[in-house]
């Protein structure tokens, strides 16, 4: 199955990065993966949401430590098909200034797979939230796709603030 990515700018100058990849699940499992504090720390190198998925609920991404990485809000939640959060970095000052990004969760089912779509949307050219998610949403995303095939993580690794 394969995977594409890509980051661009629009005419109005915002910064989006968009991965699709097709994982051999069902969406209620992949829902399950993305939202479950269990599994997401397996995949998500040792990090963990809080949150409780219904719209207009605040949002966590945080460490092993419990130090928050980034936060925000839900937007829209209609589980299994489409999560939507307000997300903010919170621990590096010049990605924090940058403000609030979008990121839309978008999964489809596809003959005998799930269609799963990340956009991560910033409303400001050259945003280097942007260029760093790029980076690490195809690490996230192998590791769960793997998961979820095989039932084993593609890279075991804990990240930490430091």
């Known amino acids: 199955m394969s995977s594409d990515k890509h ?5 109005a100058g915002d910064s989006t990065f968009v991965y699709v990849t097709f994982i051999r699940t069902t969406p209620e499992a992949l829902w399950t993966a993305l939202t479950s504090r269990e599994f997401t720390e397996r995949y998500w190198f040792g990090m963990h949401h809080e949150c409780d998925w219904q719209t207009g609920s605040p949002w966590s991404l945080r460490f092993a430590d419990g130090r928050i990485a980034d936060s925000g809000a839900v937007v ?3 589980p299994p098909r489409r999560l939507v959060l307000r997300w ?4 590096l000052a010049e990605l924090h200034a ?3 990004s979008l990121c839309t969760i978008d999964i489809e ?3 005998h797979a799930v269609k799963l779509t990340i956009t991560h949307h910033m409303a400001r050219p050259g945003s280097i939230f942007i260029e760093k998610v790029s980076g690490g949403w195809p690490r996230i995303l ?3 796709k793997t998961l979820l095939e095989t039932g084993e993580v593609l890279m075991p690794l804990v990240v930490t603030a430091d």
């Open 142 to 144: 192998s590791n769960l």
């Open 76 to 78: 829209e939640s209609d």
């Open 109 to 111: 089912p596809v003959e």
């Open 7 to 11: 980051t661009q700018g629009s005419a």
């Open 88 to 91: 903010r970095n919170m621990f």
């Open 98 to 100: 940058e403000g609030d």
